[in-house]
């Protein structure tokens, strides 16, 4: 008898896709509709509209949730109360029990699974979009996060995507100022990989290796005896949510904010590597001594690996805006894609630039934006850029930049979180101290053949 759960009764099958059209279709169908019929006639979604697809859409096990998230970052993609509710969603769907536990588990690591731990929770840690989270200990006495990936996975992430390039078509067909083509690609393409948990695995080795100089931030270790292409087995690592210390002292809040910029910059401006996902759930603050002194990196799902001229459009834009070279600037924006640049489209970008790359100019001790709510972060300007490219556009984001900009929005809010007040300045320039293509291109092929990721 075959498995219920067996790899070779999940592939995508049209029978499971069918299913999670019917589940996820009345909801993302109605959010289609009511974007239509609020850009076409004019008229308002009911009162509590949003509100209500952000708690049915809570609910669905699977991608559509991310898909949900990410949406939300996108500006004008959707109407705004609806872009406020999704933006909550944190990756938390009701679990599966310990039958669907048991299955899993036996058909990733044969039926003698139990055995190989010293003891495993019944109950999940965390349940996310995509899988399930249990505590458990090896038989050596290592405390163990074991990630569970949810049945049915590839057919629903094809499903719920097909659903997003409808919600993106209406949007393309409404309001064309910015061509969502190649967003959805990317989307797409992340998503997919979040399901292989070998190259999750692969991912955190990667991080391991980047950030090996970096004590402020902890990657957990993988365990491949006990992981397979559907069950991730890590170190546990013990720490407290960020949010806790929103109140402690100054000093400290500032030291989670470094830990949180070496994290992320660090590995993109030396590896071409960024993590895709910073919101509150993907990791905890460790302490020593009873301050915090660093952050645990804990998801490595999502991760954008860039080439290395893209990279060196980064920095390009950022020297270019810093010396008032505009040759530079357009330099940068078309290292990274734009086409078709006008005068009137510069002055569009370089909004949106100068917002993102304000703190990084400005030397002196700040926060990273005075007087705006960590949710808020950046909307005012994508409504600004947004509503100048209805004038100017239509322009064609390249795909790179969903991850950048989710990245950047999302360090934002945290710092804003943490009233973090530090020189952003000088971190960034000791990030790309030593910086150039060739040497990124270098220090990446190296990272990426011994994760085994090329």
């Not at 013990?238 to 992320?264: K, Y």
Request: net charge neutral; proline share 6%; with cysteine.
């Amino acid at each position: 008898m075959t498995d219920p759960d067996s790899p070779d009764r999940e592939a995508n099958r049209l029978s499971a896709r069918a299913l999670r059209y019917a589940r996820v279709g009345t909801s993302v169908g109605g959010v289609a509709a009511r974007m239509a019929g609020t850009r076409l006639f004019g008229t308002g979604a009911k009162q509590g509209d949003a509100a209500a697809l952000a708690a049915a859409l809570g609910g669905l096990k699977g991608p559509i949730m991310k898909v949900a998230q990410l949406m939300a970052t996108i500006p004008d993609a959707l109407p705004p109360d609806y872009a406020k509710e999704l933006a909550t969603l944190q990756n938390q769907a009701p679990p599966m029990g310990w039958a669907f536990v048991k299955r899993r588990m036996m058909a990733e690591l044969g039926p003698d699974w139990q055995a190989r731990f010293l003891s495993f929770d019944k109950e999940p840690a965390a349940a996310a979009s995509l899988g399930q989270v249990h505590r458990a200990r090896a038989l050596d006495g290592t405390s163990l996060a074991v990630k569970l990936q949810y049945p049915d996975m590839q057919s629903a992430v094809e499903a719920d995507l097909k659903q997003l390039g409808l919600l993106l078509s209406i949007h393309r067909r409404m309001d064309p100022a910015i061509d969502t083509t190649d967003i959805a690609e990317e989307i797409g393409e992340r998503v997919r990989e979040e399901l292989d948990y070998k190259r999750e695995a692969a991912h955190a080795g990667l991080y391991a290796a980047m950030l090996a100089q970096a004590p402020q931030v902890r990657v957990p270790r993988v365990h491949p005896d006990l992981s397979t292409g559907r069950l991730l087995t890590l170190d546990w690592l013990e720490g407290r949510r960020l949010l806790d210390f929103v109140d402690h002292p100054l000093e400290e809040r500032n030291a989670i904010a470094r830990a949180m910029f070496a994290a992320w910059w660090q590995p993109f401006s030396r590896f071409g590597v960024i993590h895709g996902d910073p919101h509150l759930g993907n990791y905890t603050v460790f302490e020593e001594a009873g301050r915090p002194a660093g952050i645990n990196l804990l998801d490595y799902g999502c991760i954008r690996i860039f080439p290395p001229s893209f990279v060196g459009g980064v920095v390009d834009l950022y020297r270019g805006l810093q010396a008032g070279d505009e040759a530079r600037i357009v330099h940068a924006y078309e290292v990274w894609g734009f086409r078709g640049l006008s005068r009137a489209l510069i002055d569009v970008l370089n909004i949106w630039a100068r917002f993102i790359y304000g703190p990084l100019l400005d030397d002196r001790v700040r926060t990273i934006a005075d007087g705006v709510a960590p949710g808020d972060y950046g909307r005012r300007e994508a409504f600004t850029v947004h509503r100048a490219l209805k004038e100017q556009g239509p322009v064609r984001v390249p795909r790179e930049f969903v991850f950048m900009d989710r990245a950047a929005i999302g360090l934002g809010g945290v710092f804003l979180h943490l009233k973090a007040e530090l020189n952003f300045h000088a971190l960034f320039e000791e990030a790309i101290a030593d910086f150039s293509t060739e040497s990124v291109a270098a220090r990446q092929g190296a990272a990426l053949v011994e994760a085994g990721l090329r």
